[in-house]
């Protein structure tokens, strides 16, 4: 009989996070894959594991899946772990995962963290349906049209981004979505300095640039999605009224403009058939 591929959950920070399945069967396997031994290597020697490590990683997965595979055959059953959190979630593993499939042996989930869903569940944003879109490009170019492709996109929006651009990637769903769309920004999660933060995208830019959300660690990122038309025309014809009774026309209209990302113009227009 072939051996087992266990796909094992581990912390995305918190060590204790580990569950007692998962500190089970790194022990009881027979090699442990992992993107990085050395990090792995740290969190076998926290729970007191000596199973044998073999990096597989983007680099150098295509080479090593033919081993594993040959271990797998052979009855030795294999946990395959990242450096954090689920693998293949943004982590390498696809290929072993597929060719295991491919060669009928047994693929068995060891669940556990996922900064995805630990974002999802404390963002206080819909999550019934979501789309998880992983790390945004690294060029401008190639960011804002993806983001922008995805502005009428109405399941919630998760993303991953690096402390390098979590400034500019805020400020471009802030161009792509409308300042005023809700979203929610999850950093260094689990982790001694964690930090929640529910806000406008707009506001969610405003603190970064100023520093109250910390330029350091990792980030998750919640978008809400795009509100349906009907949804929206309500939304807009509540923000303009409510503003058109303490200011005039055109202050109101440049603010419902910064808000929502809409022309000032065009919002002008509303109010005044609002006011008719």
Request: proline share 3%; glycine share 8%; with cysteine.
């Amino acid at each position: 009989m072939s051996g087992t591929l266990y796909v094992v959950a581990t912390p995305i920070g918190n060590l204790e996070d580990l569950t007692p399945r998962a500190r089970q069967m790194l022990a009881e396997v027979s090699l442990v894959a992992a993107e990085d031994t050395r990090h792995t290597g740290r969190l076998l020697m926290h729970i007191g594991c000596k199973t044998r490590l073999l990096a597989l990683h983007e680099h150098n997965e295509e080479k090593v899946v033919g081993s594993i595979l040959k271990m797998l055959v052979n009855g030795n059953s294999v946990a395959l772990v990242s450096d954090a959190g689920t693998p293949l979630v943004s982590d390498p593993g696809f290929r072993l995962v597929r060719e295991a499939h491919a060669n009928d042996i047994k693929v068995s989930p060891v669940p556990g963290a996922s900064a995805v869903t630990a974002a999802l569940s404390c963002a206080g944003i819909a999550t019934d349906r979501f789309c998880f879109e992983g790390f945004l490009p690294s060029k401008q170019v190639a960011r804002r049209s993806l983001l922008g492709s995805l502005a009428d996109e109405q399941r919630t929006l998760v993303f991953y981004e690096s402390v390098h651009r979590i400034g500019e990637s805020i400020a471009d769903m802030s161009a792509a979505f409308g300042a005023g769309r809700q979203a929610f920004i999850g950093r260094e999660l689990t982790k001694m300095h964690e930090q929640c933060v529910q806000e406008t995208l707009g506001e969610l830019q405003c603190q970064i640039e100023c520093g109250a959300i910390v330029g350091k660690g990792e980030f998750v990122v919640v978008v809400a999605g795009s509100a349906t038309e009907s949804e929206s025309s309500l939304e807009l014809g509540r923000l303009l009224s409510a503003l058109s009774t303490q200011l005039s026309p055109s202050d109101a209209a440049k603010i419902a403009a910064d808000a929502t990302g809409l022309k000032r113009n065009a919002l002008y227009k509303m109010l005044l058939a609002l006011k008719d």
